[in-house]
């Protein structure tokens, strides 16, 4: 019924038929497949390729980041002449470019190190501790506490922030094998040392797909003209920090609250955090003027914000010779505002320091010792400045919580925000205006206010932590040091929709009105939340971190 079917074959060759073939050219195909197959086996077992697939799960683009053994560690206080940033990068990049102190681009395009630096001295820290106030600072250590020492560039010994720099001449180095790294697991890697790569798939989210930033933040649209500052990205030296998901965060919080508490920059901070989870769920304000609630019902995950500038305890009544009206700061006494809701909270991101530039009178064991703006009897000497203040009521602060009874959580301390007010504070000429892409080296402006006020928290986390007496967690999110490249992440004039706005320097070269102390959204802020994302994934699934 059925014709032999016979295949086209070339002029001179005999007709090939579709028939099956003889027994002795089966055999000899079978025979060829089973010593391919032992072949394949024998090289899986010598290259196993489960490192491989757990980088292509767990993300890890080979591809899209250069990987290199011996980055450059730089101290970045020590060297101020070295170019960091390509300062003829496109206005819209195409590929991720890290930033290494070196100076060196590391290019995507070309899957290589162009010009790998070489190694550079380092010099250790010198800090110089001042006197503690001895009967108020306190020595007891609980065995029985979990606690995380802090990695801080004021306690280490170098500085590895990196920036990357370009240098598009110089020949390109050989990529290293794409394996490289990624077997590594680091139960501790250090989230805060690393780099600054632009990112072209922009952010997770606009100021147009977010009801609730505060309209100062809406840089975009306050009539900020560039966007290159919201792709900016952050990679730890050792290992990746993923990008903020949304889903994994509700999923590891189910149940639980968050609660951001501190100043404006709390808050900012708490704004990005809901503009993230927005993109996922809407949740239901429940919040009043005292709190700020917002509840994701899909997990029963809470967001909390409360207010308090100085986390301390302050009154405006009459003392001693201070009189009414001007606050007065009880630095030895935390504020009940927080304090009376902890045992409900699960997770705590807690920061402060900013307001300790405004007037307020210290006030320890109900003595005044110092102010701030105000020291009417200058025949009174003051025992306390107000970088001292702030380092006395973090400890009060974080000792509070470290020593409730009631408290079991994980406490988050967010290091001091850095402002970029350049030739002057905000309000005697500072700027930042102009700034559009990360500080390099040369670019970078010391802020000798900033790294005090570091060092000060540093060391009231440590003492707060010889205090602890019950099960809760601490742990320090030392932003300050990466952060005091992102002089571009502010809103600087574009505070405002305000169409006749002032945003370029007058003729006399006066800077208008800016604000170079928050941080726009999106924008660098929400790297924040990233680490807070990481944190949480730490201490609620295990240490394992993302190998670079």
Aim: charged share 20%.
């Amino acid at each position: 019924m059925f014709k032999a079917m016979t295949l086209a074959s070339p002029r001179g060759f005999p007709t090939m038929s579709a028939f099956p073939r003889s027994l002795s050219s089966i055999a000899v195909s079978v025979g060829g497949l089973a010593l391919f197959l032992i072949f394949a086996s024998c090289l899986l077992l010598s290259y196993p390729i489960g490192s491989t697939v757990r980088g292509y799960f767990y993300g890890d683009d080979s591809g899209k980041m250069a990987l290199w053994d011996n980055e450059t560690i730089i101290d970045t206080r020590l060297v101020d002449n070295v170019d960091l940033v390509n300062k003829n990068l496109p206005a819209n990049p195409s590929s991720k470019v890290p930033i290494s102190s070196s100076g060196q681009l590391i290019d995507s395009g070309t899957d290589g190190l162009v010009n790998e630096p070489a190694k550079v001295p380092l010099s250790s820290s010198n800090i110089t501790q001042e006197e503690e106030i001895s009967s108020y600072v306190s020595s007891n250590i609980a065995d029985n506490v979990e606690i995380a020492s802090p990695l801080s560039m004021a306690l280490k010994n170098n500085s590895d922030v990196t920036v990357t720099g370009s240098n598009p001449t110089s020949p390109a180095s050989p990529s290293l094998p794409e394996d490289v790294g990624t077997s590594l697991v680091d139960s501790g890697c250090d989230l805060y040392h690393g780099s600054w790569f632009y990112d072209s798939s922009g952010p997770s989210y606009t100021n147009n797909t977010c009801p609730v930033l505060t309209q100062m933040q809406n840089c975009q649209g306050n009539g900020r003209p560039d966007k290159e500052y919201e792709n900016w990205r952050w990679k730890p030296s050792q290992c990746d920090l993923p990008k903020f998901d949304a889903k994994k965060f509700l999923e590891l919080m189910r149940g639980k609250t968050l609660a951001f508490i501190g100043d404006s920059v709390a808050r900012n901070q708490m704004e990005s955090m809901l503009c993230l989870l927005w993109q996922v769920e809407v949740p239901k304000n429940r919040g009043n003027r005292k709190m700020q609630r917002w509840h994701f019902k899909s997990t029963s995950v809470m967001i909390v914000r409360i207010w308090s500038s100085w986390l301390v305890h302050q009154t405006t009544e009459p003392l001693d010779f201070a009189p009414e009206g001007v606050v007065k700061l009880h630095l030895d006494v935390p504020d009940n505002v927080f304090m009376e809701h902890i045992p409900t909270f699960d997770v705590v991101v807690l920061s402060s320091g900013h307001w300790f530039a405004k007037q307020s009178v210290y006030v320890l064991k109900n003595e005044i010792v110092g102010g701030q703006l105000w020291w009417p009897d200058k025949s009174r000497p003051m025992k306390i400045n107000n970088i001292e203040a702030f380092g006395i009521s973090v400890e009060t602060s974080l000792a509070a919580l470290v020593t409730h009874p009631n408290y079991t959580g994980l406490t988050i301390v967010r290091s001091f925000s850095p402002d970029h007010y350049e030739g002057g504070a905000w309000n005697t000429g500072g700027s930042c205006t102009g700034k559009v892409r990360p500080a390099s080296a040369g670019d970078l402006v010391e802020n000798g206010f900033t790294n005090i006020m570091h060092e000060k928290q540093v060391m009231g986390f440590d003492r707060a932590i010889k205090k602890a007496t019950n099960k809760s967690k601490l742990r320090l999110m030392d932003i300050t040091e990466a952060f005091g490249y992102r002089h571009d992440g502010h809103p600087g004039p574009y505070r405002s929709p305000d169409p006749n706005k002032i945003t370029q320097r007058g003729p006399d070269g006066k800077p208008p009105p800016q604000d170079c102390l928050h941080w726009c959204m999106p924008g660098p802020v929400d790297t924040w939340n990233e680490f807070v994302l990481e944190t949480i994934r730490r201490e609620f699934n295990g240490k394992e971190s993302f190998p670079s």
